[in-house]
């Protein structure tokens, strides 16, 4: 009954390949997140969807592009990845946009060669 | 000046004894702020949540806020071995949607 769920955990891939990170909560929650975690464990947002509406999108390559399908779900595309992209990726999810807590999913582990 | 500073290097406690670590902000109309713990190799996982000036307690852990002194700390008592982890600070900022995390604490728990 995993709250936050990505997929997939590990992610080992080339420079310049194009990857999908997939995220599914099943909170009931309408706001939904992507946040990087670099190696030395800062957590930084990327992007942020409520009810399928990109309300926060902070200064992060276009190579990045999100998508919402439904509130229950968002995905992050990468494209021409680069060695820097190497880090932990991680989803959230919160009911509303403001004071709410946020829920992390396990996060995926993005390692470039 | 970073929106959320948590300054302190890692923390060793003996089991037992009382953890002690502090965050500081920088918006002063924010209005949300959390603790979350974790743990090497994991996810963020919530632990305290604190929206008004005072203590909240729950169970080993109190946070406590000081919107004046744009400072919140994070106690925790008798500390256990299973509490040795990353914890990390963070601040909802007023009108935005955007929640700012501190770089985050070590502590370590001696048995």
């Known amino acids: 009954d995993t709250a936050v769920s990505q997929t997939p955990k590990y992610l080992v891939t080339q420079m310049g390949n194009d990857k999908s990170i997939k995220c599914e909560q099943n909170l009931g929650h309408d706001t939904m997140y992507w946040y990087k975690q670099d190696s030395k464990k800062f957590l930084k947002i990327m992007f942020s969807y409520n009810n399928k509406e990109l309300i926060i999108n902070e200064t992060v390559p276009n190579r990045f592009s999100p998508k919402s399908p439904d509130k229950a779900h968002l995905n992050l595309h990468i494209n021409s990845l680069e060695l820097g992209d190497s880090a932990v990726y991680f989803c959230?999810?919160?009911?509303?946009?403001?004071?709410?807590?946020?829920?992390f999913g396990d996060g995926t582990r993005l390692s470039i060669l | 000046q970073k929106e959320v500073e948590q300054n302190s290097g890692p923390l060793s406690v003996p089991e037992g004894a009382i953890a002690s670590l502090n965050c500081t902000y920088s918006?002063?109309?924010?209005?949300?702020f959390f603790w979350y713990r974790q743990y090497s190799g994991k996810s963020p996982e919530l632990i305290m949540s604190i929206y008004s000036n005072g203590d909240k307690e729950d169970g080993r852990f109190t946070a406590q806020l000081n919107k004046a002194s744009q400072y919140v700390s994070l106690l925790i008592r008798d500390s256990q071995p299973s509490d040795s982890a990353t914890y990390l600070c963070a601040v909802n900022g007023a009108g935005n949607n955007r929640l700012a995390f501190g770089k985050g604490n070590q502590v370590v728990v001696i048995p």
């Open positions: 959230a999810s919160s009911q509303g946009t403001s004071n709410q807590p946020q829920h």
């Open positions: 918006d002063r109309g924010s209005q949300s």
